[in-house]
Structures are given as C-alpha cells and as structure tokens.
T-cell receptor
Framework: GEDVEQSLFLSVREGDSSVINCTYTDSSSTYLYWYKQEPGAGLQLLTYIFSNMDMKQDQRLTVLLNKKDKHLSLRIADTQTGDSAIYFC??????????FGAGTRLTVKP | DVKVTQSSRYLVKRTGEKVFLECVQDMDHENMFWYRQDPGLGLRLIYFSYDVKMKEKGDIPEGYSVSREKKERFSLILESASTNQTSMYLCASLPVGAGELFFGEGSRLTVL
C-alpha cells in the first residue's frame, strides 16, 4: 500500500521498555526516521537510520530495520514519563520526498 | 542550529477570510514543505517547493496555494478559509542530499 503504518497508541509503565513498530512503503527509501512530537510543539528528529544498516543504537534508543519486510522499530529502554509523546515514523524516497505515518501516542504510566 | 520559524503559533479566523501562514528557515535549504496535521491522520503534505519560485502539489493541495519568492521564505495561503481547514500546520525544510527534515513549531489555525 501507499501508507506508512504504525499503531496509534502504546501504553507502558515507567521503567519498562517501549517498542514502537512501523511498516513503510518504498523498498528504495534511503533514510528511515523517527520523529518525536511533544504536546503543542513541532516534530523533532529523534534518530534515523540509513537503509544499508540494520541496527542503530543511541543511548536508550535502538532502531531496527528489516528491509525485506519494510519494517522499522524503535525501542526505548527504561522508559520515563518524559518520553510520553507522539512518535512518527517517516521514510525518505526519490531523494527529497518524505512520507509519514499517522504517529503512535506513547503514554508512560508512573 | 537550523531554525525554522513559523510566524504565528495560534490563529483564529472566520469562514471566508484570507489567511497567510509564513515560514522562514535560516540554513539555506533548497526544499521547503507545508504539512497539515490532524489526529489519527498523521502529517499530510499540502505543497512543497524545491527552489525559489518553484512549487509542487502534495497530497491535499485543494483550497491552498503557496508562494516562494525568496529561498528562505515559504508562505501558505488559504484564499477563503473554511471550517474544515481548522488544523495544525507544520512547515519544514530539507537540504539536498543527506539530512533530516527540520520542522517549525507549528501554527494552530481555527476557522470559525
């Protein structure tokens, strides 16, 4: 299909790991991104992965890329209440075109 | 740091009014975008521009127009605002080649 798909909601307890999944559309996408949006704010880049990588780790964040299945995931270790936000998956294709998912609202309960 | 600045954070307009949303970026990026964000629909591309005076329709251009007279400025225009254009509008810029999309803080428009 033509949509980047991700679940709309995820709820976890503080201290647990969060895993947000995404299925993208274009097997030739060069970059896959995770953006974070806090209430009332614009989107900020959280992390990204180049398409020739299958994993990227950055402190509490781990990104896994399965190109065969066009599946991207974001794992947040030791999730904190400050991680509560909407997380958008995005793909970059055709050099300058971007396609976004609908966003996953992560709620972290104390 | 790259900065994308949207002129208005919050706007309230009446049906039929003309609305201008301004966006300025300070990193000499060639590409600029306007998205609207609605709950459950994610970001939908309205228009984008890859150079001065160039514009391309995105996925939902109806009811909107854009202007890119200078490289750093990309304006979104609602000629006659309607209630279904109540939304959050996000401007972004992107360099050619490798790099990320940089977003402004957003402009929340309410049309009464």
């Amino acid at each position: 299909g033509e949509d980047v798909e991700q679940s709309l909601f995820l709820s976890v307890r503080e201290g647990d790991s969060s895993v947000i999944n995404c299925t993208y559309t274009d097997s030739s996408s060069t970059y896959l991104y995770w953006y974070k949006q806090e209430p009332g704010a614009g989107l900020q880049l959280l992390t990204y992965i180049f398409s020739n990588m299958d994993m990227k780790q950055d402190q509490r964040l781990t990104v896994l890329l399965n190109k065969k299945d066009k599946h991207l995931s974001l794992r947040i270790a030791d999730t904190q209440t400050g991680d509560s936000a909407i997380y958008f998956c995005a793909e970059r294709y055709n050099n300058n075109d971007m396609r976004f998912g609908a966003g996953t609202r992560l709620t972290v309960k104390p | 740091d790259v900065k994308v600045t949207q002129s208005s954070r919050y706007l309230v307009k009446r049906t039929g009014e003309k609305v201008f949303l301004e966006c300025v970026q300070d990193m000499d990026h060639e590409n600029m975008f306007w998205y609207r964000q609605d709950p459950g629909l994610g970001l939908r591309l309205i228009y984008f521009s890859y150079d001065v005076k160039m514009k391309e329709k995105g996925d939902i251009p109806e009811g909107y127009s854009v202007s890119r007279e200078k490289k750093e400025r990309f304006s979104l225009i609602l000629e006659s605002a309607s209630t279904n254009q109540t939304s959050m509008y996000l401007c972004a810029s992107l360099p050619v080649g490798a790099g990320e999309l940089f977003f402004g803080e957003g402009s929340r428009l309410t049309v009464l």
